[in-house]
């Protein structure tokens, strides 16, 4: 975990979202993730917030099949 990440909240590098329609497709991947509470993506700085419910943090693992298939790929950020 990162600095300034908070405990219950995960970061994800999300490169290729480039507009709301990014935005939207690679919250629904990521909301269904086990775990996850809410999704905030950020086209511009290329960034996805996740809200964690708190009892679980998903692998990064989880995060690539979640959103396999859908054209885009994120990475915990560091
Ligand atoms: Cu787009």
Do not use: W
Request: aromatic letters at 2%; charged letters at 30%.
């Amino acid at each position: 975990m990162g600095l300034f990440s908070k405990k219950n909240q995960l970061e994800l590098n999300v490169p290729d979202m480039n507009c709301g329609h990014c935005e939207a497709k690679v919250s629904d991947a990521l909301s269904k993730l086990e775990g996850v509470s809410e999704v905030k993506a950020d086209s511009k700085s290329k960034i996805a917030k996740l809200t964690l419910k708190g009892e679980r943090t998903p692998s990064q693992d989880e995060i690539s099949k979640a959103l396999e298939g859908s054209g885009y790929s994120a990475t915990i950020q560091k």
